[in-house]
Structure formats: structure tokens, C-alpha cells
T-cell receptor, first 117, second 115 residues
Framework: GAVVSQHPSWVICKSGTSVKIECRSL??????MFWYRQFPKQSLMLMAT?????????EQGVEKDKFLINHASLTLSTLTVTSAHPEDSSFYIC?????????????FGPGTRLTVL | KQEVTQIPAALSVPEGENLVLNCSFT??????LQWFRQDPGKGLTSLLL?????REQTSGRLNASLDKSSGRSTLYIAASQPGDSATYLC??????????????FGAGTQVVVTP
């Protein structure tokens, strides 16, 4: 079955540093991937849509200069949290769908837990 | 904008009872409705996907129904087990092309099944 991986699974960093999170579709190509954020005890909120070969589109209220997204290939999207602060601590999850098998729905990565000290 | 609501927010049942989890959505123009399970500190596990043209899906002890006209989906878990304890999320995918793939999640129902 389709699998989406994320790396790293968790990261702890100091305030002010930048953190890069990778999202890979392992056995299918994805022209579009999605990045979600989940704060403790809350549900997932869509942050942005990652588009292969073009700029990402961001949801209202999400700072594009803080959350840099690069979709460099059909199997890889990266989210970089720039100048991270404690309020950025969250669980970040990406998703992708097999564009040739839309009926299978979306596949979600295992998530990356970011803790900013 | 699509809003997804899940009721109840939390549910505790003794082992063996059937579970009924409700999900409602405000915009019936959906492409898919998907149910997920999330264990504490973990990612999402897809349980069932119901396409807009379908009315229900079944997998083992799980059954999910979809009524687009009323904006509701229900997840039934038969003969609950302690291992079913988790948070269950439903998510609706809009039909519109500019929102394609953008799932709107409910807040989840936290389920505890006691032995």
C-alpha cells in the first residue's frame, strides 16, 4: 500500500534555530502534498499546500516566511520552520495522495513532534 | 467554509459494548469522508474511506455510514475492546477544485474502553 514517511520523527531545538522536516511518498508520485499542524488536545489544522515545481499556498493566518515549503520532486516536500520559538512546538503531519488512485484517499505521514526550548 | 463537528468529545464504555461515534459537516459537497484513529503522541491511522457516491463502508468490526444530504457520518465499532481506546477523527474533503485534497478535520472523539 501507499506509504508516506516523515523525517525526523521528533526534534528538539533551541529558540531561534531553524528546523527542516521532510515528507516523502515512498511508492507513488504526488504533485501535491499537504502540511498540517496539531497542537496538544486539538485537531489537525491545514497549514499549507505544497505544489511540485511551484510555490506553496498557505492557509489564512499561516506565515509563509516562517514556514518555508519546498516541493523539489514528485516524492519529496520539505517544511522548514525558521527562527523557531516555543509557540511553534507542535506535531507536524504531512499527507499526500496517489493522483492515479484518488479513490484510495489521502495517506498521512507518521508526524514530526517539534519541541522548541 | 466547511466545518466538521464530532460528538461526543469523549466516550467511556465497558469492554464488549458497541461504540457509536458521530460526525457532522456543514457543506454536503464533499469528495471523500475519511475516518482515522490516533493513539496518544502518534500519527493517523486510516480506518475507513467513504467516497461521495457511497453510503457506507465496512472493515471487520468497523462500519461507517455517510448521509450527505443530512451532513452526517457515523462510525460504528462493534464489540469494543480495550485496544480500541484512542481518539477517532473524521475528516471531510471538499469537492471544489480549489479545495481539493484539503481535509477539514473534526476535533475528535476520545474513546476509552475499560476491561
Amino acid at each position: 500500500g501507499a506509504v508516506v514517511s516523515q523525517h525526523p520523527s521528533w526534534v528538539i531545538c533551541k529558540s531561534g534555530t531553524s528546523v527542516k522536516i521532510e515528507c516523502r511518498s515512498l511508492d507513488f508520485q504526488a504533485t501535491t502534498m499537504f502540511w498540517y499542524r496539531q497542537f496538544p488536545k486539538q485537531s489537525l489544522m491545514l497549514m499549507a499546500t505544497s505544489n511540485e515545481g511551484s510555490k506553496a499556498t498557505y492557509e489564512q493566518g499561516v506565515e509563509k516566511d516562517k514556514f518555508l515549503i519546498n516541493h523539489a520532486s514528485l516524492t519529496l516536500s520539505t517544511l522548514t520552520v525558521t527562527s523557531a520559538h516555543p509557540e511553534d512546538s507542535s506535531f507536524y503531519i504531512c499527507s499526500a495522495r496517489n493522483q492515479h488512485r484518488l479513490h484510495l484517499g489521502q495517506f498521512f505521514g507518521p508526524g514530526t513532534r517539534l519541541t522548541v526550548l | 467554509k466547511q466545518e466538521v463537528t464530532q460528538i461526543p468529545a469523549a466516550l467511556s464504555v465497558p469492554e464488549g459494548e458497541n461504540l457509536v461515534l458521530n460526525c457532522s459537516f456543514t457543506d454536503s459537497a464533499i469528495y471523500n469522508l475519511q475516518w482515522f484513529r490516533q493513539d496518544p503522541g502518534k500519527g493517523l491511522t486510516s480506518l475507513l474511506l467513504i467516497q461521495s457516491s457511497q453510503r457506507e463502508q465496512t472493515s471487520g468490526r468497523l462500519n461507517a455510514s455517510l448521509d450527505k444530504s443530512s451532513g452526517r457520518s457515523t462510525l460504528y465499532i462493534a464489540a469494543s475492546q480495550p485496544g480500541d481506546s484512542a481518539t477517532y477523527l473524521c475528516a471531510a474533503e471538499p469537492m471544489t477544485t480549489d479545495s481539493w485534497g484539503k481535509f477539514q478535520f473534526g476535533a475528535g472523539t476520545q474513546v476509552v474502553v475499560t476491561p
